[in-house]
C-alpha cells in the first residue's frame, strides 16, 4: 500500500505540473527530438495518463494494471534519457514541470529507475496488491476531495512562482534600463561581424571584461 501511495503521488504531482505548464512540456518533448506533429498531442495525453495510473493505483482491483502502466512509462522514459546521454544531449526533464525542471544526468536518471523498481515491485506482486484503500463510496469521496484539495494547493503554489518570476524578471529589466540611460551618446563598437562570420563552432571564447548591471566586473 505505501509503495502504491508513493506512485500516486509522484505520477499525480507529475500529471498536475505538466497541466499548468504545456509550453515547458512541448518543449521538453522537442529536446527529446518528438517530432513536431507529435508535440501538442503528446502534451495533453502524457498527464492525462499519469492521471490515470495514479488514480488505478488507489484501488487493489486496478493496482497491477496500472503498475504495469507506470513500468512502461518509465521505460519510455528511461529510453529517451540514456538515448539523449549518448548522443551526448542534455535536454530539460520536465518530469514535474515547472516545480521542478533539470537537465537530464544522474539524478533524473536515478529517480526513474527507483520509481521503476518500485512499479516493477508491484508487477511482481500478481493479484496481491496490499490492502485496499478505499472499501466504500464514502472513502472514495473523500480521496477524490483530498486530491482536489491538493491540486488547488499545488495551483497556487504555481501561480505564486509564476509572479515571483515575473517580479524578478521586471527587476532585472529595469536595472538593464537604467544602466541604459546612464549613456547620452551612442556607443561605438569596433569589431562587430555578423553571427555567422564569428567564431567557428568548438572554438574557444575569448577573455574579456565587463561593467555587470550590479557594477560587479564580469570576466
Known sequence: LLLRLTLVVVFAVAAFAKIFDPEGSRKALEGFGVPEPLRKPLASILPATEIGIAIALLFVSSSWSAA????L??????????YQLAVGNAPDCHCF????NEPVGASSVIRNLVLLAVA???????SYQGQSLVNSTQDILLIVLGLGSLALLGTIALLLKRISDQQS????????VEHDEQFDHAVERDGIVHPNEGLPIGAKFPDFELPGINGDLVT
Open 68 to 71: 504495469v502502466g507506470a513500468a
Open 73 to 82: 512509462l518509465l521505460i519510455v522514459f528511461l529510453g529517451g534519457m540514456f
Open 97 to 100: 514541470g515547472q516545480l521542478h
Open 120 to 126: 516493477g515491485f508491484l508487477v511482481g506482486q500478481g
Open 169 to 176: 524578471d521586471i527587476s532585472r529589466r529595469l536595472a538593464v
